[in-house]
């Protein structure tokens, strides 16, 4: 079966921009998270989405924001961009007991 | 608060050789516990993860880890190490519930492969 789907690969935008990722998990799975990874910060927890409900939030300052749509994809925004937001987005799909599945991320370079 | 420490950033072995990956976590409850690996500019794969039961996992590409709750500790380990092996390799623990899904992440290891 198809894997977790995330668009677009690369974007490059401008600081105080706005922009919104893509994410269409495994069929079926009903949640979705998504995580940051950088250098100096590692992997980091963003939001994770169930049901078109979010269920827990990391550390993150309001300008990150997500939803979940009823076939459960799901998008990202981060508005009035910062170069540090400059980053691998990655978003995974779980079927709750069965562990994440990762997509292939989307890399974002804010100029 | 849940966490993962990574002890070695970088560990270099010979092709063929044994590799053993340390993790070490902290986490209140029992916890749910996972490798995945990252080449370059792509996704992480889930090498294995381990959530009740017998305290050795095997996983994909030849990979097992062994849960031992006394020491916190959930090594990688692989037998025999292929040149397609280098990668970057993450431990993760899982908690799970009504507050929601959420995975904290050691720092990595990244691995490289002497021919």
């Known amino acids: 079966k198809a894997g977790v789907t995330q668009t677009p690969r690369y974007l490059i935008k401008t600081r105080g921009q706005q922009v919104t990722l893509s994410c269409s998990p495994i069929?079926?799975?009903?949640?979705v998270s998504w995580y940051q990874q950088t250098p100096g910060q590692g992997l980091q927890f963003l939001f994770e989405y169930f049901s078109e409900t979010q269920r827990n939030k990391g550390n993150f300052p309001g300008r990150f924001s997500g939803r979940q749509f009823s076939n459960s994809r799901s998008e990202m925004n981060v508005s009035t961009l910062e170069l540090g937001d400059s980053a691998l987005y990655l978003c995974?799909?779980?079927?709750?007991?069965?562990?994440?599945?990762f997509g292939s991320g989307t890399r974002l370079t804010v100029v | 608060a849940q966490s993962v420490t990574q002890p070695d950033i970088h560990i270099t072995v010979s092709e063929g050789a044994s590799l053993e990956l340390r993790c070490n976590y902290s986490?209140?409850?029992?916890?749910?516990l996972f490798w995945y690996v990252q080449s370059p500019g792509q996704g992480l794969q889930l090498l294995l993860k381990?959530?009740?039961?017998?305290?050795l996992v095997q996983g994909i590409k030849g990979f097992e880890a062994e849960f031992k709750r006394s020491q916190s500790s959930f090594n990688l380990r692989k037998p025999s190490v292929h040149w397609s092996d280098a990668a970057e390799y993450f431990c993760a623990v899982g908690a799970r519930g009504a507050a929601g899904n959420k995975l904290t992440f050691g720092g990595g290891t990244r691995v490289l492969v002497k021919p």
């Open positions: 995974a799909s779980s079927l709750d007991e069965d562990g994440y599945t």
């Open positions: 986490y209140g409850a029992t916890p749910y």
């Open positions: 381990y959530f009740s039961g017998d305290t």
């Open positions: 069929s079926g799975h009903r949640s």
